[in-house]
């Protein structure tokens, strides 16, 4: 009967009666008991969340807690994710289990403990076994965060965090605990406070008054550090650091802490390990060899304040015991190799200056020529001259040009002739998408094996979408012809034909009618590409296609003339019907810019006597590919292009293809577009081989977007326009140049990569991709920091000669701007910066000539960087002799 009593206490939610009832039972009654509150707990977790089901679950919770007699099993309970929100309360839970032996609860506290801190087990619970069993303390991240949020919360009884702390039993226990523990760190910043009654000066004032061993605090702050983390995190622990304030005798002890410190921490916790080693130096408590090898390791890093204060602190060392020279100067020529020449140079200045200090026969300075050939080229000049290894008036040296190799165009492989290969490729498709290669393999092989053995394609093919959204759904719920409808979603729509995921009646509606929704931008791309999978997708259903005739020769897209003859004769044997959207496709991916091949071609193709084949014949005979003509249009700070109308994509192609031909006007545009997210971008330059220019015009507002907004395009669309065949012209380059000032750094690597492949291709238009980049910060498209940056990494690359043609037609418009600016304003920031990499561009390629404004620049007074890599420019580019190297 107690049983029943209890089940009806718990049901009830009556938390007191049902502990009263526990705690006359023995261990055997509350076993008998555990069967009917795991069905009671079951038959909870499908109820809805409402008020009438949350009643029960505090007295579930204990009840349950209570009749576990495995401390295992009373944790898993306890800890449950279904019993989080709705749970008995801490006092309950030690009061039913208060009866159990001091190893059971200790037991149980521990297993509690270790669980993730989002079990969220409650701190007062786990103290209160804690104090139960008389266990030692857990040392956990659940346990550790707990304590924390629990000594933080000092408003719930007056008591600051430092009274709190002196009451704690296990403080030195759980205070080295806190310093190693990982999951506290990404909320230590907001549990530690802030002002007077916060845990910085809790600490301290305990280590000042010896509750807390000072030397174990300063030895867990550093040990902290060094172990490195987010720098909201490594901020809380330098701040308790400084709060600690220590001594003269403290810091020097940790002279070699300082070190790593200010060579691998993050900027913040950097800069006060150098201000330290800093104040150790200049009082000659730091040896040479230990702030040698301190500089050895800031020079690597990258942030410009840091490796230029180093270096001051070089400068006064040397200037108060110049016997120095031979340990600290090959330290300073380390920042040789800075990827900054505004570092190189102040680097060189000190050695220039100090240099003298050292014997001719020094080691030292053997070392400081060899660590010259990593200066810039001007630089390296000086570099020789101060050594006496070179005369004034040697020659300076010119680097080639180091593109990447040219892509190489490759031939599709035949599909797979298994279904068991085929499946495998589909489902590398489905999960990580796929090249134009291997789509266009595995949608061939899906047509070719469902005329053969639908029955054999369908049994392969059933593991691979068991987990397709479309897969078993309710016929009547209409959300997946409804999707299908909307956009064919790559391979999809041909797979859920062939599974019968999607209708009849919306494939004919597809085919017939096309997708749903307006047009925009990318709809002549995305339509030509949809046309061709929902009318395969129909066939299959209806009329299956032997096989497709679009299917390209070249990864590019392009499709040999030959091949589509042969395809079409096949057809005319199997009396086949071509697919009027497959059959469009083929003509535009048809090769047509060989004439003696084109011809034979069309010779061939009219002696079928098919309309397909007289319609090939003529469309080979005909001039092409050829593009639209091209308007130039602004809009605000934007630069867009509209495309004149294309008459040979008219005619005789179906409705779908005829978009790619109709005139692209700016400013036209449809507030809505679905393919913002679009991840077949990749294939529209297959629908239009040798016609790129079509594809960047329609992708140039996204271009624009990533510059000047937070849109987002993909990152691999420009290096496979770059790649593409076709024209390079006007769209592409100012795609490339939005790209270069994109806001986020993936897009402009990838611009950077689009435009090392034009070079190496020899269809980089560098003037024209200078005079829009100029045009476009003259505007306030670009912002000159992020232009820098993609220039400065192609640069890095080795495609000097290549960057300072582009920069050679950028630079006239911002020196320009500046001149008109008069004292500069924003005409001078980023500027700086592109003249650095331009005067590096312009040393190691050896370019040479005038710049228009350059002089007027160079001329300022002051010693700003825009003047000083102005006059180093002007230097390189006025420099008389030069030599190739091998």
């Avoid at 301290?204 to 172990?227: K, N, Q, S, W």
């Avoid at 392009?558 to 496709?585: K, M, N």
């Avoid at 669309?717 to 390079?728: F, R």
Wanted: hydrophobic share 45%; glycine share 8%.
């Amino acid at each position: 009967m107690n049983d029943e009593a209890l089940l009806t206490a718990v049901r009830a939610g009556r938390t007191v009666e049902a502990a009263g009832l526990l705690d006359g039972m023995t261990d055997a009654e509350r076993r008998s008991c555990l069967p009917a509150l795991k069905a009671l707990r079951k038959e909870l977790r499908s109820a809805p969340w409402n008020a009438a089901s949350r009643v029960a679950h505090p007295a579930l919770h204990a009840a349950g807690a209570a009749c576990h007699t495995g401390a295992a099993g009373a944790a898993t309970w306890i800890a449950g994710v279904d019993m989080r929100w709705s749970q008995a309360s801490p006092g309950v839970l030690l009061h039913v289990l208060g009866d159990r032996e001091s190893d059971w609860l200790a037991d149980l506290t521990h297993r509690l403990a270790a669980r993730p801190t989002t079990s969220r087990v409650p701190f007062a619970l786990l103290s209160g076994l804690v104090g139960l069993s008389g266990c030692a303390v857990p040392t956990t991240d659940s346990y550790v965060q707990g304590w924390l949020e629990h000594i933080g919360a000092s408003w719930h009884s007056g008591d600051t965090v430092a009274q709190r702390l002196r009451k704690e039993p296990h403080l030195s226990v759980l205070i080295t605990a806190l310093f190693e523990s990982l999951e506290v760190t990404s909320r230590i910043a907001w549990l530690f406070g802030d002002g007077p009654g916060s845990w910085y000066n809790a600490l301290a004032e305990l280590a000042e008054e010896g509750t807390l061993d000072r030397e174990v605090l300063l030895d867990a702050c550093v040990a902290r550090l060094l172990r490195g983390g987010a720098p909201a995190d490594q901020r809380v622990f330098l701040r308790l650091l400084s709060s600690l304030a220590p001594t003269r005798d403290e810091e020097r002890e940790r002279t070699a802490d300082w070190t790593a410190l200010a060579c691998q921490a993050v900027p913040a916790v950097a800069w006060h390990a150098q201000s330290v080693l800093a104040s150790l130096a200049l009082d000659g408590e730091l040896t040479h060899r230990q702030l040698a090898e301190m500089s050895s390791g800031v020079v690597f890093r990258t942030e410009k304040k840091l490796m230029r204060a180093q270096l001051i602190l070089l400068g006064k060392v040397l200037k108060g015991d110049p016997s120095a020279a031979d340990v600290l100067l090959p330290a300073v020529a380390e920042a040789f190799g800075h990827e900054d020449t505004e570092v190189q140079e102040r680097a060189l200045k000190l050695v220039e200056r100090h240099v003298g200090a050292l014997p001719d026969a020094a080691d030292a300075r053997a070392r400081l020529e060899d660590l010259s050939a990593d200066l810039s080229p001007g630089l390296r000049l000086r570099a020789q001259r101060a050594l006496g290894v070179e005369a004034p008036g040697s020659a300076s040296t010119v680097q080639e040009d180091v593109l990447p190799p040219v892509p190489e165009r490759a031939r599709l492989a035949p599909a797979p002739e298994s279904v068991a290969e085929l499946a495998e490729e589909v489902s590398a498709i489905l999960a990580s998408g796929g090249g134009v290669a291997a789509f266009e393999r595995a949608l061939d092989g899906l047509v070719r094996h469902a005329h053969r053995d639908p029955d054999a394609l369908v049994e392969a093919l059933g593991p691979v979408v068991a987990r397709c959204w479309w897969k078993d759904r309710d016929p009547s719920y209409p959300v997946v012809d409804r999707s299908f409808r909307e956009s064919a979603h790559g391979l999809e729509v041909v797979l859920a034909a062939l599974f019968k995921g999607v209708g009849m009646d919306t494939l004919h509606a597809a085919v017939q009618q096309g997708p749903t929704g307006g047009n925009c931008r990318h709809s002549a791309l995305s339509r030509a590409l949809d046309a061709r999978l929902w009318e395969a997708a129909h066939r299959l259903r209806t009329e299956p296609l032997p096989f497709l005739l679009a299917t390209p020769t070249w990864d590019s897209g392009l499709l040999e003339p030959d091949e589509l003859v042969e395809r079409l004769t096949e057809y005319r044997r199997l009396d086949a019907r071509p697919g009027t959207a497959d059959f469009a496709q083929a003509l535009l991916r048809v090769r047509r810019d060989d004439a003696a091949t084109t011809a034979a071609a069309a010779a061939r193709a009219r002696a079928l006597g098919s309309p397909e084949g007289y319609r090939l014949a003529q469309w080979l005979t005909s001039e092409g590919p050829l593009l639209p003509t091209v308007r130039r249009r602004t809009s605000g700070a934007r630069v867009l292009l509209e495309l004149g109308e294309l008459e040979e994509i008219q005619g005789l192609f179906p409705r779908e293809f005829r978009l790619l031909g109709r005139p692209l006007t700016a400013f036209k545009d449809h507030w809505y577009c679905r393919h913002w997210g679009a991840t077949d971008q990749q294939h529209w330059p297959a629908v239009v081989p040798g016609r790129r220019e079509l594809v960047a015009a329609r992708l140039l507002s996204d271009f624009g977007a990533a510059a000047m907004e937070d849109g987002r395009v993909d990152t691999a669309s420009l290096p496979l326009l770059a790649e593409a065949d076709g024209t390079a012209g006007e769209a592409l380059h100012l795609c490339l140049a939005y790209g270069l000032g994109a806001r986020r750094p993936e897009e402009r690597l990838a611009a950077v990569d689009a435009l090392l492949i034009l070079a190496a291709r020899g269809q980089l238009d560098a003037g024209r991709l200078g005079a829009d980049l100029g045009e476009l910060v003259r505007r306030g498209a670009l912002k000159k920091s992020r232009l820098a940056e993609s220039i400065r990494t192609a640069a890095a690359t080795g495609a000097y000669a290549t960057v300072w043609s582009v920069l050679d037609g950028l630079l006239p418009v911002l020196l320009a701007d500046l001149t008109a600016d008069g004292a500069g304003g924003g005409a001078v920031r980023g500027l700086g910066e592109l003249l650095a990499v331009a005067a590096d561009c312009a040393e190691r390629s050896g370019a040479r000539g005038d710049l228009a404004h350059l002089a007027d620049t160079a001329g300022r007074q002051g010693s700003s960087k825009v003047v000083a890599q102005a006059r180093r420019l002007r230097t390189a580019l006025t420099r008389e002799e030069v030599v190739p190297v091998a």
